[in-house]
T-cell receptor
Framework: AQSVTQLDSHVSVSEGTPVLLRCNYSSSYSPSLFWYVQHPNKGLQLLLKYTSAATLVKGINGFEAEFKKSETSFHLTKPSAHMSDAAEYFC????????????FGAGTRLAVHP | DGGITQSPKYLFRKEGQNVTLSCEQNLNHDAMYWYRQDPGQGLRLIYYSQIVNDFQKGDIAEGYSVSREKKESFPLTVTSAQKNPTAFYLCASMKMIGTPDNQETQYFGPGTRLLVL
């Protein structure tokens, strides 16, 4: 069975400092992994995805994530936080099978302070 | 301007009433999905459809129904059997046939917030 664990429900950083949002996954197969961002009362926007190509994945808005199979991790990072990064972030794994079921983590709320 | 639209943005349901949430996409995507989001939780799959006139139950289908009469449209009905319908509902779509880079990415609409009166 596949699962996703986001290790922090809330993360708070100061503007201009690095961001680290942690995600561990469990999968019997070589997984596809995603990070989505959700601003309040909005839909989800894809930040980046890993599909067994390069292990370091670059996404939009300066975010990137590194797939580490040995640690079953897919942490999201950004060198310098911006106020507009404040949102909810979801780590997601795609389940193999005909309909590409997505398994969502519980989410990490990122707060950015001036 | 391509994308996924959901309407209404807010919906109020009275006791015992059925309500229908609209989801339309003009991305020519094959698969469509409905998710429910509760505060502090990730998304849970209600129903999905890979082709017209076919759909499957997800993890929490009880109290909901769907139809897929057109490729572009996948409406969700919240029936009176759903005893706790207050949530944020998100529709998503995905292209099933294409390059590996695009095949598994689900794209989401802006959501509908359902509230019970």
């Amino acid at each position: 069975a596949q699962s996703v664990t986001q290790l922090d429900s809330h993360v708070s950083v100061s503007e201009g400092t690095p961001v680290l949002l942690r995600c561990n996954y469990s999968s019997s197969y070589s997984p596809s992994l995603f990070w989505y961002v959700q601003h309040p009362n909005k839909g989800l926007q894809l930040l980046l995805k890993y599909t067994s190509a390069a292990t370091l994945v670059k996404g939009i808005n300066g975010f990137e994530a590194e797939f580490k199979k040995s640690e079953t991790s897919f942490h999201l990072t950004k060198p310098s936080a911006h106020m507009s990064d404040a949102a909810e972030y979801f780590c997601v794994v795609s389940s193999p099978g005909g309909y590409n079921k997505l398994i969502f983590g519980a989410g990490t709320r990122l707060a950015v302070h001036p | 301007d391509g994308g996924i639209t959901q309407s209404p943005k807010y919906l109020f349901r009275k006791e015992g009433q059925n309500v229908t949430l609209s989801c339309e996409q003009n991305l020519n995507h094959d698969a469509m999905y409905w998710y429910r989001q509760d505060p502090g939780q990730g998304l849970r799959l209600i129903y999905y459809s890979q082709i017209v006139n076919d759909f499957q139950k997800g993890d929490i289908a009880e109290g909901y129904s769907v139809s897929r009469e057109k490729k572009e449209s996948f409406p969700l009905t919240v029936t009176s059997a759903q005893k706790n319908p207050t949530a944020f509902y998100l529709c998503a779509s995905m292209k099933m046939i294409g390059t590996p880079d695009n095949q598994e990415t689900q794209y989401f609409g802006p959501g509908t917030r359902l509230l019970v009166l």
